[in-house]
């Protein structure tokens, strides 16, 4: 007896993990898993061996947000590559380009020619090509499996990122510690090389606009699709909003960590895992939401979660209470972003999906750039004022929402 034919007998798993009984779509998550682990495993890497490398905080930052402008530049022009191409062929381009970046890494540090140079070159190169891996990861999702099983399948991406968050960056620490940066980047190398192989399964699939017009004219048509579907434009405004609210605070976690809780980098590696934890509860929580429930108030529900969970957290002088808040905070940010992404998929026109997918990606540029004024007001005033005040706008936000768009608050 199979796992997967447990999960199609078993009606919580059947509903909770229907979507992996669907081969092709096991290849894709499986192939998903491994290149996110890479991906959360280098950004481990790259901050330890920027901080090796520099002894500058500025440095370090700029390696690890080299990332953002490229995807704020180029996905919505990725978008509308993936709507012109096979989505399958997307993948693996994108996956071989971050094995080679990894590998290049890798060989730099073995004959000890590596500066920080290579290390912010290597971010903005990976900029560039989650601009477009990741318009086609989320896109191909629809050609795989069925309407019903796409916040499904949706839900288990996220759930399996989830996942790469707990553990990959705790494997990628220890391989550090014990052999160096130049391992870890192997095994960067080798779970890329693996997630291609397992892309390799997939059937070719059909390309959907046999008709190609200009790159810059379908992205116009892009903007104007959004612009004219009233749903698809508000879940849009939700994601790059929420995010922008929501994720910056965590870079200034360590200040809270060393000013509030005078703690070290062990109490902010459990802090930093429990939202990883909260992340695979929220994400599967919405993976086992039945087909035609009322997702759009569950979604502004989540936001809510996770805009009181982090005001709770700047008024919070108590390490173990923030722990547990950041268990909540990670089940209201999962499930906010997994709704979202699934219902952007289901209400949008296979034809334009690359391209919203490209504008909703855009959400991943934001992250950092919500940090530099969080920064200012954490240095010049407190850090917990530097927490409440995307908290209590993103509550704000969120309540406007819920009072303003019933088209929202009714989506099944």
Known sequence: MTLFYFIKNSEFFSRTFNSLTDKNFRYLWIGMILIMASVNIQMLARGYLSWELTHSPIMVTIAGAGFAPPILLFSIFGGAIVDRVERKKVLQYGQFGLLIIAMTIAISIKTETITIYHLIWSSIFQGVIWAFLM???????????SKSQVNNAIALNASGMSLTTLAAPGFGGLIYGFYGPEIVYYFISF?????????????KLPLLSPVKENVIHEMKNGINYVLSNNV???????????T???????????VQ?????????EALGLLMSMIGLGSLFGSLFVAGIRYGNSKGMILLLTSLITSVAIILNAISTEYWISVLLMVFLGIGDAGRRTLNTSLLMERTEEK????????YMMNFGLMPLGAIPLGFIAENYSVKIAFLIPGI???????LIITLTKSIRNLK
């Not at 318009?135 to 499996?145: D, E, K, L, M, S």
């Not at 922008?244 to 360590?254: D, K, Q, T």
């Not at 706008?393 to 309540?399: A, G, P, R, V």
């Open 232 to 242: 698809v434009m508000w879940l849009l405004v939700i994601a790059l909003t929420t």
């Open 135 to 145: 318009p086609a990861r989320q896109a191909i999702v629809t050609q795989i499996v």
């Open 352 to 359: 334009f999906r690359g391209r919203v997918m490209g504008i």
């Open 393 to 399: 706008l993103l509550l704000i936000f969120t309540l």
């Open 257 to 265: 960590i060393d000013e509030v809780f005078s703690r070290g980098p």
């Open 191 to 203: 779970f890329a090389f693996i997630s291609i192989i397992f892309t390799s399964f997939i059937p």
């Open 244 to 254: 922008l609210l929501a994720w910056p605070f965590r870079n200034l976690l360590p």
